[in-house]
């Protein structure tokens, strides 16, 4: 199976190109070639034809390359780390067309191609999740991406944080949260995150406890009061607080070169300069 996904992924790539290259050719025949020949006949038709072909098929490899960029604005999780990371732009632009199963595909040879790049697996993940609704798909993502890539602190934190209200929100599965609400107290300990979560898990455990009782199942009684104790807040909060002590102690060990920092954390430089000026460092 996944041998047919990397196959048709590349095909549907190539033609995808080969599109582009199509339509360069046809504006440039009728752009290029005719109003090269009325200026300066054969030779300006020639010349004219190659240089709008060759223009107008750069600008639109610009363009699919511009929907990366978009996309990484739409999808990217506030408040986590965001290192620098490989291009997407051939899946980014067939999820913008909405395209979604194609995307999947394609993010998923992306995934394959670098596993130790956390980006690839989120966007699938997102992806079944938010556009497909195939979320037991979104789910098995979400833990690829936690065994199988290289995460930050704070990617590890939201990507836990996902896990619980895919469970929670989507599933309407709360005894399966219990695990990672667990998992965020010992991973972070005495942070936002971890109170909040232990708080929960508190609920989690009266709760438990009347359905041992025969008074009412654990999950109807978890459904009533969803939303009143999620993480989710608390989760960014601490996320924030991870970047921040990752910057400062990124600028102390290159000597405050924003710089050297940037290369230090693998991210590029005017981004580290403006969560420098979000942190308020001097």
Known sequence: MAAKRLKDVDAAERAFRLQILAWALAVGGAMGGGGGALLAGLVGAVVGFFTITTLVYLVAQWAVGRAHAVTQTIYNPSGGSTPYKPQYSYAASLAIRGRFAEAAAAYELHAIENPAEPEPYLQLARLYRDKL??????????????????LAPGQELYVIQEIIDLYIGRLKAPRKAI????????????????????????????????ERDALEPFTAQFLK??????????????????????????????????????????????????????????
């Not at 798909?137 to 690829?144: E, G, K, N, V």
């Not at 009143?228 to 290159?254: K, M, N, P, Y």
């Open 133 to 150: 609704q195939q979320y037991e798909d979104a789910l098995t993502w979400f833990r690829r991406v936690r065994t199988d890539a290289t």
């Open 179 to 210: 695990p990672e609400l667990t998992l965020v107290c010992q991973r972070f300990p005495a942070t936002p995150a971890a109170r909040a979560a232990e708080k929960q898990l508190a609920e989690m455990r009266e709760m438990l406890a009347r």
């Open 225 to 282: 009061h969803m939303g009143r104790s999620s993480i989710a807040v608390a989760a960014a909060a601490t996320r924030s607080e991870i970047e921040g002590q990752a910057v400062r102690d990124a600028l102390r060990e290159s000597g405050n070169d924003p710089e050297k920092a940037a290369e230090r954390m693998g991210v590029p430089v005017n981004q580290l300069r403006e969560k420098i000026r979000e942190l308020g460092i001097g």
